[in-house]
């Protein structure tokens, strides 16, 4: 019985390592900033929440936008952003990142600052891809897009 689960648990250890040496992405966070450039008041998820709550209320507190995005790959990768404004008449704004994996997940922050942030407006939708050698191999999207 004790052979079993020691096979079991090594079956499961070499399948879950194998899964994470494939490009993907894993999580999109968009975080709006304040004028000192932080996206929260404190160190818990409930308080980051309520200040990006505050923060989404009044746009004018607004100095900027960052979307940290959190992949796994083996090799450098091309971190692609899209977005598409509230603004009317506004052509969607695409900025990009090169990376290199740092172990089993790499968080690669894009920023949209505040120039940009005012001239682009409020971001409605989004778009992540993640490509290598010139070749998309993941996407996540907001519900909007």
């Keep these: 019985m004790r052979g079993f689960a020691l096979f ?3 079956l499961t250890w070499l399948g879950c390592g194998s899964l994470s ?6 999580k999109v966070l968009p975080h709006y900033l304040d004028k000192h450039g932080r996206h929260t008041t404190g160190v818990t998820l409930i308080e980051r929440d309520m200040y990006q ?17 959190n992949w796994r790959g ?3 990768m091309t ?12 052509a969607p704004l ?17 920023l949209i600052d505040i120039d940009t942030y005012k001239k682009f407006g409020q971001p409605e939708s989004w ?12 996407e996540q999207a907001s519900f909007l897009w």
Excluded at 21 to 26: A, D, N, T, V, W
Excluded at 53 to 69: C, Q
């Design 53 to 69: 709550l505050e923060l989404r209320k009044d746009p004018a507190a607004v100095h900027g936008v960052r979307y940290n995005v």
């Design 127 to 138: 778009r992540v891809t993640l490509w290598q050698d010139g070749e998309q191999v993941a």
């Design 74 to 76: 083996n090799a450098e």
């Design 8 to 10: 079991f648990i090594a």
């Design 94 to 110: 695409t900025l990009e990142q090169t990376a290199t994996p740092e172990g089993g997940s790499t968080w690669t922050p894009i």
């Design 21 to 26: 040496r494939e490009p993907g992405l894993i």
């Design 79 to 90: 971190v692609r952003l899209e977005l598409r404004s509230t603004k009317a008449d506004v």
